[in-house]
């Protein structure tokens, strides 16, 4: 520790180093676990997830002088927390922010151990009491810029998990301490974007983007809160200069092809999926997303073999189980649909979706009581999923009760299913 340096600002780098080794420790007993053996993760994303696993508590502090400055020892208990690891490392292959983040955390930390160096190198050079005066306050600045860093830290592990009031109040905290620091109103803006509040999400966005206007970050994470306001056109042109900036970001083209997706331009969207898969191949939810493009072009097979392949690469996702089914009823295979959808409730048994659809399966086999009782099933875990009425009113009617067909009708028809609509006027609905 130097004269520049506070003890404050020592426990820091010294915390950060300490838990820098033990996330290498981490990383090397979690390279051994199947999981993540079978994930086939690099080891910067190995790296950054020990380090949103771990929790670590100073056991023993020591200062001993060494020549004319103080040397600080810490002791610290690092805990690794396994029981969330399936989740984390699917947030991990949905988000490279993780990684982004956490090495872009140790490059701070490396150019600000590197500054105070250099300060304290000025410092004992100075020669001029306004000299030395400036260089104490860029020691300040520094010291406070190291603090936010350590902020920014607790916010991320807050936002991975799930406590984003707790990660906005921490990244809030880095930018009262550095009103420049870009980073602090990215990770911001992505707390309050999963909070749903899309306009927070997006001021935070624009300061990042205005502080760093080559974060590529910033305009992907901008491109989706446009997206999720229904400003598509906007959303593409973020995901684009995304692009330009990082060039080898897979997320940015999956991002731009779920855009495209929803203008209804599936050439345009699978060429995108082509791409995010070319950089990432692993990129499950990409070979989903592929498959419900295929699917809407009627290429069924292409779709089914999609699906089939994000299920290779992820045994236990539900959607692209649900998907697959959905496909293998459009080639009119309802036994292997039903399979499907068996799967999809077995991994996710509140998919009220999978219900709906494998009632229609059923309702194809002629299996109407079969089918009722997954509409009702659905209509339990979703009662306002218009389609599950519909269909359940279509059950109804096949069995011959139009009392409740009309009713079913008139519920999907108040919920804004046009099919509804139509079938609750057929009834003599009004």
């Known amino acids: 520790m130097g004269d520049l340096e506070s003890k404050a600002d020592a426990r820091r780098f010294a915390m950060h180093d300490a838990k820098r080794l033990a996330v290498e420790e981490a990383g090397t007993y979690l390279e051994s676990l199947p999981i993540v053996k079978n994930s086939l993760l ?71 151990k590197e500054r105070f160096a250099d300060l304290e190198r000025k410092h004992r050079a100075a020669k001029d009491e306004p000299g030395r005066k400036k260089l104490v306050q860029d020691a300040k600045k520094a010291s406070d810029e190291l603090t936010a860093a350590q902020w920014v830290e607790r916010g991320d ?86 692009i330009e900036l990082k060039p080898d970001d897979a997320e940015a083209y999956y991002n731009r092809g779920l855009a495209w997706h929803k203008k209804g331009r599936y050439d345009r969207a699978i060429a995108e999926y082509d791409k995010a898969i070319e950089l990432k191949p692993d990129y499950a939810d990409a070979y989903n997303n592929r498959g419900l493009a295929w699917g809407k072009k009627g290429r069924y097979d292409r779709a089914i ?38 799967r999809a409730i077995e991994l996710k048994p ?16 002629g299996r109407y009581d079969r089918a009722i009782e997954d509409y009702n099933r659905a209509i339990e875990l979703k009662p306002d999923l218009a389609e599950a009425y519909n269909n359940r009113g279509v059950a109804w009617y096949k069995k011959g009760d139009n009392d409740r067909a ?21 009834l003599g609905g009004r």
């Open 157 to 242: 592990k807050s936002y991975y998990e799930e406590d984003y009031d707790r990660a906005i109040k921490d990244y809030s905290r880095a930018i009262e301490l550095n009103p420049d620091f870009a980073k602090a109103y990215n990770n911001r803006g992505a707390a309050w974007r999963k909070k749903g509040r899309y306009d927070r999400a997006m001021k935070d966005y624009d300061r990042a983007i205005e502080l760093k206007p080559d974060y590529a970050s910033a305009y992907n994470n901008r491109g989706i809160a446009w997206a999720k306001k229904g400003e598509l056109g906007r959303a593409i042109g973020d995901f684009t200069r995304a």
């Open 42 to 112: 690099v080891k910067d994303e190995v790296l950054a997830l020990a380090a949103s696993l771990i929790s670590a508590t100073v056991l023993d502090e020591g200062w001993r002088q060494v020549g004319e400055n103080l040397k600080l020892t810490l002791k610290i208990k690092a805990v690794v927390d396994t029981s969330v690891l399936r989740e984390r490392i699917a947030a991990l292959k949905k988000d490279q922010r993780l990684v982004e983040d956490y090495k872009s955390l140790q490059k701070d930390y490396r150019e600000l």
């Open 350 to 365: 509140d998919y009220a979706e999978a219900y709906s659809n494998r009632g229609n399966a059923w309702d194809e086999k």
């Open 305 to 342: 073999e999609d699906y089939t392949k994000a299920i290779e690469l992820k045994p236990d996702y539900a959607y692209a189980y649900n998907n697959r089914g959905n496909a293998w009823e459009k080639k009119g295979d309802h036994g292997r649909a039903i399979a499907d959808y068996d």
């Open 406 to 426: 009309r009713e079913d009708f008139k519920r999907a028809c108040e919920l804004g299913d046009k099919d509804g609509c139509k079938n609750y006027r057929t």
